[in-house]
């Protein structure tokens, strides 16, 4: 994918124009429903979503659509993992939604940048590297980091160092989680990036969050 197609995506994205659930899909999650049914969820991803092995993603705060979006991937063999295509095996639809509404509820534990990566990683992060052919990585994930769940594109804030970094790693050996175009995305802009980069990227994610506005005199 060329440098202005995925601009251009993200361009769209951030208008509101792109929709990763198909038209009349009206399935709503129910978060307290989630919680019933995230037991087996907590022996990776914690029980309220923060995992405490880094080679596990944090789910806390992950947006609905995206959780759904990967868990079915999983579950038709789109996205090949051991561990995680049993399990989506058994759920339905509407098990996807509720995990994923629980989740979303949850709040990511905050993490932190390394100085040394902060420089080159907010120029990547904010105004992408023209260069290279990289857009900006918030046009998509957010200024914060928070995603966009009216596209599915998932939340960075506080995402593990180590996951991002692995998660790297596979698109730049060609993994693709899907066949649309959010799916094709990540791996085009992964071998574009030097390992430098990456662990810019990553190691800025972890420390990415929201800043509280300051209280009104």
């Known amino acids: 994918m060329s440098f202005p197609r995925v ?24 978060a307290e429903a989630g919680q019933s049914k995230s037991a ?11 995992s405490v092995d880094p080679t596990y993603p944090k789910l806390a705060g992950q947006n609905e659509a995206y959780i759904v979006r990967q868990l079915k991937h999983f ?4 996205r090949v993992n051991p561990i ?26 905050p993490g932190q940048t390394d100085e040394i990566f902060v420089k080159r990683a907010e120029v ?6 023209a260069k290279l052919g990289v857009p900006a990585c918030m046009a998509c ?32 050996g060609g993994t693709v989680w899907g066949s649309d175009e959010n799916a094709l995305i990540m791996p085009d802009i992964a071998k574009r990036l030097s390992e430098e980069d990456i662990a810019a990227l990553a190691s800025y994610a972890q420390g990415l969050h929201e800043v509280a506005a300051p209280a009104k005199k």
């Not at 980091?145 to 160092?161: C, I, K, V």
Request: hydrophobic share 40%.
């Open 141 to 172: 994930h957010g200024p914060a980091g928070r995603g966009m769940a009216g596209a599915a594109y998932p939340q960075l804030s506080g995402q593990w160092t180590d996951y991002v970094v692995a998660k790297f790693g596979e698109w730049r």
């Open 40 to 50: 087996a969820c907590g022996a990776c991803h914690g029980m309220d979503g923060n």
């Open 75 to 78: 579950k038709d063999g789109e």
């Open 124 to 129: 990547l992060y904010r105004a992408g590297d």
């Open 84 to 109: 995680m295509a049993p399990f989506a095996m058994t759920l339905s639809e509407q098990d996807m939604h509720d995990l994923g509404a629980f989740f979303a509820g949850k709040q990511a534990t």
């Open 7 to 30: 601009f251009a995506l993200g361009v769209l994205i951030c208008a509101g124009l792109a929709h990763a659930e198909t038209p009349g899909n009206t399935l709503l999650g129910d």
